[in-house]
């Protein structure tokens, strides 16, 4: 049974910064490529990054230069440090394997950037 856990969502003003964390449990394997992904209210699950089985990165435009993803495959986490936080980033922040594990979406972690 794959499970993802996401913890370190917050409200916190435009500029502040957030550092999300993703526990995977389950047999996954560390060559799974993974990726953080988010809702926002009233819109479809969007990718925001995704890291690959060697580490390379790869970020969706919106958040080029912003967001930075890591991983340590030993403790079986995944990370999401996000600077420069805009209202427009206030979702519902998920993790998963990228493309994902349709049936094991976690609960997520909330992220509200307001004044």
């Known amino acids: 049974q794959v499970q993802f856990v996401e913890s370190g969502g917050d409200s916190v003003q435009p500029g502040g910064s957030l550092r999300l964390s993703c526990a995977v449990s389950?047999?996954?394997?560390?060559?799974?490529?993974m990726g953080w992904y988010r809702q926002a209210p009233g819109k479809q699950r969007e990718l925001v990054a995704r890291?690959?089985?060697?580490?390379?990165?790869i970020y969706e435009d919106f958040v080029k230069g912003r967001f930075t993803i890591s991983k340590d495959d030993s403790k079986k986490m995944v990370f999401l440090q996000m600077n420069n936080l805009k209202p427009e980033d206030t979702a519902v922040y998920h993790c998963?394997?990228?493309?994902?594990?349709?049936?094991?979406w976690g609960r997520g972690t909330q992220v509200t950037v307001s004044r």
């Open positions: 890291i690959e089985s060697g580490s390379n990165t």
């Open positions: 389950g047999d996954i394997s560390s060559v799974f490529i």
């Open positions: 998963n394997t990228n493309p994902p594990l349709t049936n094991f």
